[in-house]
């Protein structure tokens, strides 16, 4: 049996050149598949494989000082969502374009939002009503599929455009309220929450363990709606049967959570489309579709 596991951890990394090495021969050995990303100030990583590799995987990692205490999220999946094994050092593990600013010990990142279990998250809900405010630290285009409700998504074609969205002077207003930032596994909201504190919001938290733990425990019951955008080739994820289609076919207008990459092969946009629509052979975004028309 196959599965897919994610994790992150914020940590000094030594030696970032003999850990990708590790890592690569780590994999290469147990047949895994999948991204990890590795810099100064930690290691993420999406790995697919068979249970039991993974988990042999997760104890050799644990044995690196650095990695003692791995959280690592399980989800459903298997080989054939990833195309390769790709281990790489870079200057961040989540590319925010800030690498300076980070911080890290032994203990995470330095300056970060309040860790919130899916449970607090509910009990703060309950004691501050709607004074809180969900703040989505993802990419607009994985809110138009899934989201808390009633959050508010930010502008951003990409992570590296919020150290400049946060200076936007419509965030005044809610500077001075309970602010709940979330994103898929909670990695990005690390650096995130970090930013927003720097950028004078003065009470942030982040889910701990992102939408997946969320989801993990109160399913499509709690506060979260529509599916999940995940990056391998599920491009999406829903945590029970009762999950909503929020979004909107880009042709039809039909409700869906289907994304499907440009069928022109030099753009290769992602596209929201149901499956009446791909099935019906129109799978271009908006601008190539434009451009053949002309």
Not at 76 to 81: A, V
Not at 112 to 122: C, F
Not at 222 to 234: A, K, Q, T
Not at 236 to 249: H, L, M, P, Q, R
Request: proline share 3%; aromatic share 8%.
């Amino acid at each position: 049996m196959q599965k897919i596991i994610l994790y992150y951890k914020f940590t000094p990394i030594k030696d970032t050149a003999a850990v990708r090495l590790w890592q690569k021969n780590l994999c290469e050995k147990l047949n895994l598949k999948g991204r990890i990303i590795i810099a100064d100030h930690g290691i993420n990583g999406t790995l697919s494989g068979d249970i039991k590799d993974l988990k042999s995987y997760i104890k050799e990692s644990k044995n690196y000082d650095s990695l003692k205490g791995l959280s690592v999220k399980w989800s459903d999946g298997s080989l054939d969502h990833f195309p390769k094994l790709s281990v790489k050092v870079r200057p961040e593990i989540v590319t925010f374009g800030v690498p300076s600013a980070i911080k890290v010990n032994e203990t995470g990142i330095l300056g970060g939002g309040k860790h919130l279990k899916p449970k607090e998250v509910h009990e703060l809900i309950k004691k501050r009503g709607e004074e809180v405010i969900f703040f989505d630290g993802r990419n607009a285009y994985e809110a138009e599929v899934g989201k808390f409700k009633n959050a508010v998504i930010p502008k951003v074609k990409n992570t590296r455009d919020f150290p400049k969205e946060l200076k936007n002077k419509k965030y005044e207003a809610i500077k001075d309220k309970p602010v709940i930032t979330y994103c898929t596994g909670g990695i990005r909201c690390e650096v995130l929450s970090m930013l927003m504190k720097k950028e004078g919001f003065k009470e942030v938290y982040q889910i701990d363990g992102g939408i997946v733990k969320y989801g993990e425990q109160y399913g499509d019951r709690g506060l979260w709606e529509g599916s999940l955008y995940v990056f391998d080739g599920r491009m999406g994820t829903k945590f029970s049967d009762k999950a909503k289609d929020i979004g909107k076919c880009m042709q039809c207008n039909a409700k869906t959570s289907n994304y499907e990459n440009c069928s022109n092969v030099s753009c290769n946009r992602l596209v929201l489309i149901c499956k009446s629509c791909v099935k019906s052979g129109t799978r271009k975004c908006s601008d190539c579709a434009l451009l053949a028309e002309v």
